[in-house]
C-alpha cells in the first residue's frame, strides 16, 4: 500500500509559476513510475507527466511540453511538479499517482495503482 498527498495548489495568476509535491508514504517509493495527472469541471482525467522508478526517463502531455517539469527524490519519498508559465487552461484538480513498473502505459491513468487526493490550481486572468 501507498499512501500519496499533495501539496501546492493554489489560485494564481496567468504566467506565474507553482509547484506541486506529492509525499509517498507506505511501500518502496522507489519501485513505483510516478505520474500527475488534472481534472478540470466537466472534463476526463489527463494525462500531465510521469517520471520513471530512476528518474532515468520522462514524459510530458504536448499541453505541457517546455513549461512544466516532473521530478523526484527517492530519498525523499516525494515527487514534484514545477509549472511555469501558467495558462488559464490549466486549472484543474492535479493528481499524482503510483503505477508499478509491469502495469503498462504511464499516459493511461486506468494502469496507476495508488492515487492521491489531489490540489486545486486555479489560473486567473
Known amino acids: 500500500q501507498v499512501q500519496l498527498v499533495e501539496s501546492g495548489g493554489g489560485l494564481v495568476q496567468v504566467g506565474d509559476s507553482l509547484r506541486l509535491s506529492c509525499a509517498a508514504s507506505?511501500?518502496?517509493?522507489?519501485?513505483?513510475?510516478m505520474g500527475w495527472f488534472r481534472q478540470a469541471p466537466g472534463k476526463e482525467r489527463e494525462f500531465v507527466a510521469a517520471?520513471?522508478?530512476?528518474?532515468?526517463?520522462?514524459a510530458y502531455a504536448d499541453s505541457v511540453k517546455g513549461r512544466f517539469t516532473i521530478s523526484r527524490d527517492n530519498a525523499k519519498n516525494t515527487v514534484w511538479l514545477q509549472m511555469n508559465s501558467l495558462k488559464p487552461e490549466d486549472t484543474a484538480v492535479y493528481y499524482c499517482?503510483?503505477?508499478?513498473?509491469?502495469?503498462?502505459?504511464?499516459?493511461?491513468?486506468?494502469?496507476?495503482?495508488?492515487w492521491g487526493q489531489g490540489t486545486q490550481v486555479t489560473v486567473s486572468s
Open positions: 517520471i520513471t522508478r530512476s528518474a532515468g526517463n520522462t
Open positions: 499517482a503510483a503505477k508499478g513498473a509491469l502495469r503498462g502505459s504511464f499516459y493511461t491513468s486506468g494502469n496507476y495503482d495508488y
Open positions: 507506505g511501500r518502496t517509493f522507489s519501485s513505483y513510475t
